[in-house]
């Protein structure tokens, strides 16, 4: 008797992981439909670079479609891509000289002038910039658990930490922002709200 | 600043998408790599199956080269020919007449 073939849009992670172990080709494009944007968006809150967050997702699940069973659990493919794309980024600025990085930074800062009368846009860009300041694991802990909305116990699986340290992270990656932050924090939330009303 | 207050903030964050077409690109990237058909691999013969005669002859050829023994052509050849010269040299000619004569 035959197999029954899989309906790729209803499997979960795991079968469709399974099935890329065997080099299904079918199922390995529903695995990319369902997470390529989560992973672009990892990778750009670390670099806010078009072009270098869609090099470093197609590498992430290129290195997946590679080599499959590096992955030790199929449902936890997501957090893995996640921590694969967040860990290519960090070495293609390791690889990247300093001036490059420090001119990103310049660009950001001035984007802002203390005395100015803040639109959303420049909100935007300056919580871009804070996320993007911080440290890689406390960045990728809060992208994934608060912009991403994997749960502690996955998130936590998917960097190889305990739930409580990732709770950590997530503490200082918090308490890092309001740093960042503080000193125009309340010009910031003032043009968020007047924007609101 | 309040917990509530950085939550604000981070809501305004960017929610940036990849350029359009980016999926397709990525789908397109796999597809090469299976489509190589790699070509039967070569059936060779066990190295024990080599390695076991050539390994037999060497030491045969070093026990006859080493050994000084009847069993070495070359020694049977010159033994039998000395052994018939001194038996059926010239010096026993006479000898041998006699020997047919009586």
Redesign the interface.
Known sequence: MAATPLNFQICTDAELTTAVCRQDQTAFSALISRHYQAVYRVAWRACRNDADSEDVTQEAFLKLWNNPSQLRDGNAVKGWLMRVASNLIMDKFRQKPMQELEDAAHVADASMPADAVLDHAHVTARIDAAIANLPERQRLALTMVHFEHLTNIAAAAAMEISVDALESLLARARRSLKTILADDGKLLLAAITRDGD | ?H?R??D???S????????VG??Q???A???P??NIISFPRRKTASPWLIGLPLAASLVLGVWLGASNTSLNPANIMVSQTIEDSTSNGFDDVVALIEDNLT
């Open positions: 600043m917990d207050d950085l604000k903030l981070l305004t964050a960017s929610a940036p998408k990849p350029s980016f999926e690109r990525l789908l990237k796999i597809a790599a299976n």
